[in-house]
């Protein structure tokens, strides 16, 4: 039997070992995140594991539900300490799911802890990582994870003040317009005017969250500017937000009531992407979906225009299947060695753990390859450094 969480985790053969190795300390390009640049800059410290782990994880705050945990224990009244030992006590029910991964993970490379935790081990795990807190701060994450860049999610209007370079961190803005485009007050003047500063100060990355495929006037006339200056743009498509019309109200957003949507219309994609291309107005384009179901067509809409790119699994799919399907897909229908790679999507800082988890995916994955005689050996160490590291660096143009 294998030790809990060894360091051959999900490494199935001696290549795929042998390429981890290679790549598991590649510094991060974290492209997409929700993460404060303003408690970055200040070098945020944390009280306890509790407010570390549970403070704005909807991942966890969903997960103790569907477990049966009151809600004055995820987003109530109930103190830190408390809400800590009733997420110990689901740990145990999450078999298979990425919290099981990410949190004993994050225990192992953050903390050093490497027993399992549940109901009976949480009072020991509670006081060893916040002995080991005392220590820690964002920078020591940053700087403990190798993270190089961090690009974060801003409102037009922000003024960006904390964003900079802290230690060996870039921190970057992104551009997310959505705010703007569902009022009344779109100003061509005013947006163009905003794209100049953030690209004064250094964004090379624009981003929108949406519930369908693109077909607007005002998206169109953003990605025509976004071409000019040389930005990306990343579409985030597919969401059903805050199904729960009671919780939307006494919880707020971002809380753990978002869904994918059943169908994702991946013709007005294809339409909006060429009416772009056709008047050369297309910008580096990364798309993300939501459903999986769609990743195939998006796979294929991405090879029929320069510079388009399938993004990483999303959100409810960077899970173990899902990362090993997206890139499943990724390859037959597209082509992997032009993958961009892994992102946290997250709005805390000990997420970058899920780097280690998609490298390990990863290099299980091209390890199968090269031990089934359907890969060369030779390229495949290049390969996932491509993946891991340069082709995003390379893409965005950092």
């Not at 598991?24 to 929700?34: A, G, N, Q, R």
């Not at 945020?44 to 509790?50: E, L, P, Q, S, V």
């Not at 809600?71 to 809400?83: D, L, N, P, S, V």
């Not at 992407?273 to 297309?282: D, F, I, P, V, Y």
């Amino acid at each position: 039997m294998k030790n809990f969480m060894n360091d051959d985790l999900l490494l199935s053969n001696e290549t795929a070992k042998s390429l981890y190795a290679a790549i598991k300390k590649l510094p991060i390009i974290d492209y997409h995140c929700h993460l404060n640049e303003r408690e970055i800059a200040e070098d945020k410290t944390f009280a306890n594991i509790g407010e570390a782990w549970l403070g704005g994880d909807h991942y966890k705050w969903r997960a103790m539900r569907m477990c049966g945990v009151d809600e004055h224990y995820i987003t109530g009244e109930a103190t830190w300490r408390e809400k800590f030992d009733k997420y110990a006590e689901i740990m145990p029910l999450l078999a298979g799911n990425p919290l099981y991964y990410f949190s004993h993970l994050e225990l192992k490379m953050i903390f050093g802890i490497t027993e399992p935790l549940n109901a009976a081990s949480s009072d020991s795990i509670w006081e060893r990582a916040n002995a080991a807190l005392q220590n820690l701060s964002v920078h020591k994450l940053l700087e403990l994870f190798n993270v190089e860049y961090i690009a974060t999610t801003d409102d037009p209007d922000s003024d960006l003040a904390f964003h900079g370079v802290y230690g060996r961190t870039l921190v970057a803005p992104t551009f997310r317009p959505d705010r703007i485009i569902k009022s009344n007050n779109f100003s061509h003047s005013h947006l163009s005017s905003r794209l100049d500063y953030f690209a004064q100060r250094g964004c090379k990355i624009t981003d929108h969250g949406m519930d369908f495929a693109p077909s607007s006037d005002r998206l169109e006339w953003l990605a025509e500017q976004y071409a000019q200056r040389d930005m990306t743009m990343q579409l985030h498509i597919g969401t059903m937000r805050n199904i729960n019309t009671n919780a939307h109200r006494n919880i707020g957003v971002d809380s753990g009531f978002d869904v994918y949507r059943a169908n994702v219309d991946t013709d007005a994609l294809a339409v909006f992407l060429n009416k772009l291309h056709a008047k050369n107005a297309l910008p580096k384009t990364i798309i993300y979906t939501l459903n999986p179901s769609a990743v195939p067509a998006i796979c294929t809409i991405s090879g029929a225009f320069p510079n388009v790119r399938v993004g990483a699994p999303w959100w409810f799919n960077d899970t173990l299947e899902g990362i090993r399907n997206h890139l499943k897909i990724i390859a037959e229908y597209a082509t992997l060695g032009t993958f961009l790679g892994m992102l946290t999507d997250s709005r805390s800082f000990l997420s970058y753990a899920r780097f280690d988890f998609f490298r390990r995916i990863l290099a299980d994955y091209v390890g199968g390859l090269v031990e089934r005689g359907e890969y060369d050996l030779g390229t495949a160490h290049d390969l996932m450094e491509k993946l891991c590291y340069t082709n995003v660096k390379e893409f965005v143009g950092l």
